[in-house]
């Protein structure tokens, strides 16, 4: 969500299992339970972000996982 000087909200773009190269997520991942600012992990002047999946069952029913979604400037999204 990207802020105006005077506090009023600019944008809000959603992240979401239908966003384009988004995270896959199932019903009660709890996606973005908690997000971090990571820096710029890759080095490509973008920043980038880690969201929390606290019950993701990939590695097993309700293990959690970490989604570091490399950012673009742009954005693109699918299924709107
Ligand atoms: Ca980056
Ligand atoms: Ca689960």
């Known amino acids: 969500m990207l802020m105006n000087s005077n506090g009023t909200v600019k944008s809000t773009v959603e992240i ?28 490509d002047g973008i920043q980038d972000i880690a969201a929390g999946a606290v019950f993701d069952d990939n590695g097993g029913t309700n293990r959690g996982a970490l989604h570091i979604m490399f950012m673009n400037v742009t954005y693109t999204t699918a299924g709107q």
Do not use: W
């Open 16 to 43: 979401n299992d239908s966003t384009a190269n988004g995270p896959a997520l199932h019903n009660n991942d709890e996606f973005g339970i908690s997000v971090a600012d990571i820096g710029d992990l890759d080095g």
